[in-house]
């Protein structure tokens, strides 16, 4: 049974679900969990909300503190909790966690240890020493009712704590990650019923939900038509924190080093080069050089890398998080002038940037949008077949030597192909869309895979002649607007 969920935190069920279960078990001696995500997510409002309701322990370690420091701060905190006068010494480690585990010897609780990788950082023993505390006929482990929570906003830290030989690998009992807020969820916690003001909102903060509580105070632009003056006041103003939280994620980020290459490859990648080749020839390096900085993003989360659709040999890197997306088209090339505030300074970059912000933000961003959608929020009788995954890919016309992309490809379980897709944000669709995707269906049902449903869909709308195309062919053309997007399958 779940235990009740805090009156203002917005969604989360499932995660709450999860916690809840976690601490509930029935399990009678001490057990690990890893909870991890990208920093803003609301992480730490989870698990502080967990520990009030259940009356667990919470202890947020501090950055770059060295390691008799934190074991101080650390007592201080344990010495609080049970409600003892200044503080409990530990000498090192190893005491320190059996105090953790002592503190649930009655009844199963939360023991929080958050910042997790800030610890790790001044004592890289640390998860060794919880694997032997956690040994499964330790005694002191044994006594315990601990449910000890490991959390961290390295996503290549905390997955590397479970991963391959590490120490703690077959310790944890969950290993819950806390995603971003999808663009409904968003529109919903921004609370925008326009669909195409939510969508752009969306464009540039993407579903990080400490964005609106915490950076922006609630602000959002009241319509559409106030969206150009919200973005030059509230996210190219140099005295908002957002205009300088990208270049914090990367600086924040222990894996990261030499954060000025890994900004510029983010960069290339905002700028349409998505491979590996086109990336290291935008930069002027070979392949090889920065194939440990494109893993080590991608490690991070903050670069995907999906297989072409029709070609297993061939992949392309998308940047995960809008904000950066926008911070690398739009913010850092004017970063200085942007600076040096002046009067209609910030407008006229803004005005000249609207350009790019369709084609580099919007675009990839609404993509994405329908990429999930089709995903996650179709009915399998849209696509007539059971959804299993989304890909975009180059279907090559070897007759006219030309290549045809394709930017949502459907498959079933089975690998059959139920539906390509084309995707515009600011276009009106027409009939010459709906025309070159049957010329692409052809190409593919001569290679013996043509798809059951052709798929347009449109950030503006579609032309009277491509509905009644749509409406005569029995479900085989499918239309996917903003209103669908937002509340349809």
Not at 37 to 51: A, D
Not at 291 to 311: I, N, P, Q
Not at 332 to 344: A, D, I, K, M
């Amino acid at each position: 049974m779940s235990l009740p969920k805090p009156f203002d935190m917005f969604d989360r069920d499932w995660e709450w679900r999860q916690l809840s279960a976690f601490v509930a078990n029935e399990q009678p001696s001490a057990t690990l969990g890893v909870v991890s995500g990208r920093r803003r997510q609301g992480k730490t409002f989870l698990l502080e909300s967990l520990c009030e309701v259940t009356g667990g322990f919470y202890y947020a370690a501090t950055e770059a503190v060295p390691r008799q420091e934190a074991l101080r701060q650390l007592g201080v905190a344990v010495a609080r909790y049970q409600g003892a006068a200044g503080s409990v010494h530990f000498a090192d480690w190893e005491e320190a966690v059996d105090a953790l585990l002592s503190l649930a010897h009655d009844r199963a609780i939360p023991v929080v240890l958050d910042e997790f990788p800030y610890l790790v950082r001044g004592a890289k023993e640390l998860p060794s020493v919880i694997q032997k505390a956690l040994s499964p006929r330790r005694p002191e482990r044994l006594a315990s009712k601990a449910r000890l929570l490991l959390c961290g906003s390295s996503i290549s830290f905390m997955g590397g704590l479970l991963a391959g030989s590490a120490p703690l690998r077959g310790r944890a009992g969950l290993e819950l990650v806390v995603p971003t807020f999808n663009f409904r969820l968003a529109a919903d916690f921004w609370m925008i019923n326009d669909h195409r003001l939510a969508a752009l909102v969306y464009f540039v903060l993407g579903g990080t939900p400490a964005y609106r509580t915490e950076y922006l105070q609630g602000v959002a632009p009241a319509d559409v038509d106030g969206f150009d003056t919200w973005v030059v006041e509230h996210i190219l103003n140099p005295a908002s924190p957002l205009f300088r939280e990208v270049r914090a994620l990367l600086a924040e980020d222990p894996t990261l080093r030499d954060t000025g290459l890994y900004h510029t490859v983010l960069a290339a990648v905002a700028e349409g080069n998505a491979t590996r080749g086109g990336i290291a020839s935008r930069i002027e390096r070979k392949a090889t050089d920065i194939s440990h900085h494109l893993t080590v993003l991608e490690e991070a989360g903050l670069l995907v890398s999906e297989s072409d659709a029709f070609r297993a040999n061939r992949s392309e890197f998308r940047i995960t998080e809008p904000l950066v997306r926008f911070y690398h088209a739009i913010v850092r090339p004017y970063w200085t002038q942007l600076e040096r505030v002046r009067p209609g300074r910030t407008e006229r970059i803004w005005a000249a940037s609207r350009r790019r912000f369709d084609s580099a933000v919007a675009g990839p961003v609404f993509e994405r949008m329908c990429w999930l959608w089709a995903e996650d929020m179709a009915d399998d009788e849209t696509f007539k077949g059971t959804i299993a995954r989304v890909r975009s890919g180059v279907v090559h016309d070897k007759a006219e030597r030309v290549g045809h992309e394709v930017d949502v490809a459907v498959f079933d379980p089975d690998g059959v192909l139920l539906s390509i897709g084309e995707v515009k944000w600011g276009e009106v669709m027409g009939l010459g869309h709906l025309q070159r995707l049957e010329r692409i269906a052809d190409l593919l049902e001569a290679r013996g895979s043509r798809p059951r449903v052709l798929t347009l869909f449109s950030g503006a709308g579609f032309m009277p002649a491509l509905r009644e195309a749509a409406e005569a062919s029995d479900g085989g053309v499918q239309l996917v607007d903003l209103e669908r997007l937002y509340t349809g399958g």
